[in-house]
T-cell receptor
Framework: TQLLEQSPQFLSIQEGENLTVYCNSSSVFSSLQWYRQEPGEGPVLLVTVVTGGEVKKLKRLTFQFGDARKDSSLHITAAQPGDTGLYLCAGAKETSGSRLTFGEGTQLTVNP | NAGVTQTPKFRILKIGQSMTLQCTQDMNHNYMYWYRQDPGMGLKLIYYSVGAGITDKGEVPNGYNVSRSTTEDFPLRLELAAPSQTSVYFC????????????????FGAGSRLTVL
């Protein structure tokens, strides 16, 4: 059973479009991270959200942590080809120590 | 600053062969991890370590072994390679497990692609 469900699994859009990626769980997390991974490389951290209802912006990317700290979303405005990559959410729990739980990822392709 | 360095980047093994994936970090992180990544399956934790001399199993430890004799190095050993171990392996490290914005932030290596035939 996947603890963190990401949707959609694949997304192919045209440059300039907006999109939202979701990360959902029935469990409560103390914090949630979003990573982006490009082909042939390891994931790189984009943001960490720690407070229920928190919204963080990173240029054209907006991250939100659900009020109950069970879900998160990533919204990209006016997507560009450089946004292409695998987006992974990862949750931390107080009871899991240093271990993160990763979602399955959303593969985003932005076509010029 | 090299971060997390993994070797080799690519390797092909025959069934039953053994090999070690090397991982070293220069950030003085206490925590280190090995993940495997299969298409559409996200990252699965194999083993992790909270400090030199301490290791523990993750979600998918069968067929693997690790050691942590120094803070910097965390090698992953495959004793009898099987086709099910064909995957991309990522080593990662982190400096904190406390809650908050800095909690459990992982720095990953570039990955090692292993094929078992």
């Amino acid at each position: 059973t996947q603890l963190l469900e990401q949707s959609p699994q694949f997304l192919s859009i045209q440059e300039g479009e907006n999109l939202t990626v979701y990360c959902n769980s029935s469990s409560v997390f103390s914090s949630l991270q979003w990573y982006r991974q490009e082909p042939g490389e390891g994931p790189v951290l984009l943001v960490t959200v720690v407070t229920g209802g928190e919204v963080k912006k990173l240029k054209r990317l907006t991250f939100q942590f659900g009020d109950a700290r069970k879900d998160s979303s990533l919204h990209i405005t006016a997507a560009q080809p450089g946004d292409t990559g695998l987006y992974l959410c990862a949750g931390a729990k107080e009871t899991s120590g240093s271990r993160l739980t990763f979602g399955e990822g959303t593969q985003l392709t932005v076509n010029p | 600053n090299a971060g997390v360095t993994q070797t080799p980047k690519f390797r092909i093994l025959k069934i039953g062969q053994s090999m070690t994936l090397q991982c070293t970090q220069d950030m003085n992180h206490n925590y280190m991890y090995w993940y495997r990544q299969d298409p559409g399956m996200g990252l699965k934790l194999i083993y992790y370590s909270v400090g030199a001399g301490i290791t523990d199993k993750g979600e998918v430890p069968n067929g693997y072994n690790v050691s942590r004799s120094t803070t910097e190095d965390f090698p992953l050993r495959l004793e009898l390679a099987a086709p099910s171990q064909t995957s991309v392996y990522f080593c990662a490290s982190s400096y904190s497990t406390f809650s908050g914005a800095g909690a459990n932030v992982l720095t990953f290596g570039a990955g090692s692609r292993l094929t078992v035939l």
